[in-house]
């Protein structure tokens, strides 16, 4: 092996492993790992730039971000949880059915952090007021925030790197393929939430009725753009629909919607929005890029590419299989991104090596990265958004606690994935 490969293998290893502990903000340590490999002479800045640093991903997560920001402050999103509670007359079991639904939904459309960021604060007011422990509810919306957000091409970051590195794979291709499994996957799940939770979710008559007191109408802050918000949504959807019709990018539609949507709700609006941006989250990419264009270059992906050929012998149905229970287990202990940023060269790899239909494979590696995530509190960013919301509450998730329940719901979906990949591509 060239020795610049083995210096590329060591950065991206210690860069990989600083991540998983924690110690260093990620975003700080990617971006070293990205610049150092640049510095090292291992990737030049034009290759960077041109070939390896995703911009439509970058473009499509900047777009939902700022429309989601402007959205939220019209108190759009609050309205509809407390809705749904008042819809279940106050009634704490199908209240935490209903905020699980909301919460896949909107994970689906929006994303699964920005749903959870939105949901969880409402779930408090909730839980305080029917005086039930919080934690089955926001379990199930961590669980359903991964769940919901595997249904589409916008609602999980690993699927939006899918679909950037793979054009053929549209806005409707992955409701045409992953829909049908999440939907599956979520009514497995509600009924088994119910049977786990409804003894400890139990209050008065007299705390139900403070939820039917609340005064929904006062929770929408400012009209006008509400019906200005609703609307760009709804275009910027129907644009995800209609993309590859028109033969756009996904990231244009992303950002037209949310700069549309920064002219129709004035220039005040506009510096609040772009400090909401995940600029932390945007250089993390940057960085991770970089890092993993490091081991295309220096032909790293190619190796192992031969070597998990090797290990399958080339067989569709055996490569899909490790692929989804690879991904899964992967990234139940560690984050999804920088995994999926690493098998997206090597899938692309095996199709380069002869191996004819690479469907199967990238529906396997969205399905297992997305759904791993609910194995353990670390598998996902909205797990630990959710579980530090929790401890600033006073009531810490531990990594434990979590485990116990999530890992067998894990494994679970995951299961239920692979005889969906198995009778509908590989039989």
Same mark, same amino acid.
Not at 356 to 381: D, Y
């Given at each position: 092996m060239e020795q610049q490969a083995i210096v590329a293998i060591a950065v991206f290893l210690i860069t990989y492993a600083m991540i998983i502990t924690e110690k260093i903000h990620r975003t700080i340590v990617a971006m070293l790992g990205g610049l150092l490999v640049v510095l090292l002479g291992i990737v030049d800045v034009e290759s960077a730039i041109s070939h390896h640093i995703d911009f439509n991903t970058l473009g499509l997560l900047i777009g939902m971000m700022i429309i989601v920001s402007i959205t939220a402050k019209t108190g759009l999103f609050t309205y509809i949880a407390v809705a749904a509670a008042k819809k279940a007359k106050g009634e704490p079991v199908k209240i935490l059915v209903a905020l699980a639904i909301i919460t896949a939904i909107g994970s689906a459309f929006l994303d699964n952090v920005t749903t959870v960021l939105l949901i969880v604060p409402v779930t408090f007011s909730i839980t305080r007021q029917l005086k039930v422990p919080p934690f089955p509810f926001l379990f199930t919306q961590i669980l359903a925030s991964n769940i919901g957000g595997t249904a589409t091409l916008i609602g999980d970051p690993p699927n939006i790197m899918i679909g950037s590195a793979v054009p053929e794979l549209t806005f409707m291709a992955f409701i045409e393929n992953l829909t049908p499994i999440v939907v599956l996957i979520m009514l497995v799940h509600l009924p088994i939430f119910v049977l786990l939770f409804r003894k400890?979710?139990?209050?008065?008559?007299?705390?139900?009725?403070?939820?039917?007191?609340?005064?929904?109408?006062?929770?929408?802050?400012?009209?006008?753009?509400?019906?200005?918000?609703?609307?760009?949504?709804?275009?910027?959807? *129907?644009?995800?629909?209609?993309?590859?019709?028109?033969?756009?990018?996904?990231?244009?539609?992303?950002?037209?919607?949310?700069?549309?949507?920064?002219?129709?709700?004035?220039?005040?609006?506009?510096?609040? *929005?772009?400090?909401?941006?995940?600029?932390?989250?945007?250089?993390?990419?940057?960085?991770?890029?970089?890092?993993?264009?490091?081991?295309?270059?220096?032909?790293?992906?190619?190796?192992?590419?031969?070597?998990?050929?090797?290990?399958?012998?080339?067989?569709?149905?055996?490569?899909?299989?490790?692929?989804?229970?690879?991904?899964?287990?992967?990234?139940?202990?560690?984050?999804?991104?920088?995994?999926?940023?690493?098998?997206?060269?090597?899938?692309?790899?095996?199709?380069?090596?002869?191996?004819?239909?690479?469907?199967?494979?990238?529906?396997?590696?969205?399905?297992?990265?997305?759904?791993?995530?609910?194995?353990?509190?670390?598998?996902?960013?909205?797990?630990?958004?959710?579980?530090?919301?929790?401890?600033?509450?006073?009531?810490?998730?531990?990594?434990?606690?979590?485990?116990?329940?999530?890992?067998?719901?894990?494994?679970?979906?995951?299961?239920?994935?692979?005889?969906?990949?198995?009778?509908?591509?590989?039989?």
């Open positions: 400890r979710l139990r209050t008065t008559e007299e705390y139900k009725q403070g939820i039917m007191k609340m005064d929904v109408s006062e929770l929408i802050t400012d009209r006008p753009l509400l019906v200005r918000c609703l609307v760009v949504l709804a275009l910027t959807i *129907a644009g995800f629909f209609l993309h590859q019709t028109f033969h756009v990018e996904s990231s244009v539609v992303a950002l037209t919607g949310a700069f549309v949507l920064l002219l129709l709700a004035g220039e005040h609006a506009m510096e609040e *929005a772009f400090t909401r941006v995940e600029w932390t989250t945007i250089f993390f990419f940057i960085g991770l890029f970089t890092l993993v264009g490091s081991l295309v270059d220096t032909g790293v992906i190619g190796d192992l590419a031969v070597k998990a050929m090797e290990l399958t012998g080339g067989d569709l149905v055996a490569t899909s299989m490790l692929i989804l229970w690879m991904s899964a287990i992967a990234s139940a202990f560690m984050d999804n991104i920088p995994f999926v940023a690493t098998m997206i060269p090597l899938i692309q790899e095996m199709g380069n090596m002869g191996m004819q239909n690479l469907e199967p494979l990238w529906w396997s590696l969205a399905l297992g990265a997305c759904l791993g995530g609910n194995g353990t509190l670390i598998g996902a960013s909205a797990n630990l958004i959710t579980a530090g919301l929790s401890a600033k509450e006073g009531h810490p998730i531990t990594f434990v606690q979590f485990l116990k329940y999530g890992f067998p719901f894990m494994l679970l979906s995951v299961g239920m994935s692979a005889v969906y990949i198995y009778l509908r591509y590989l039989l």
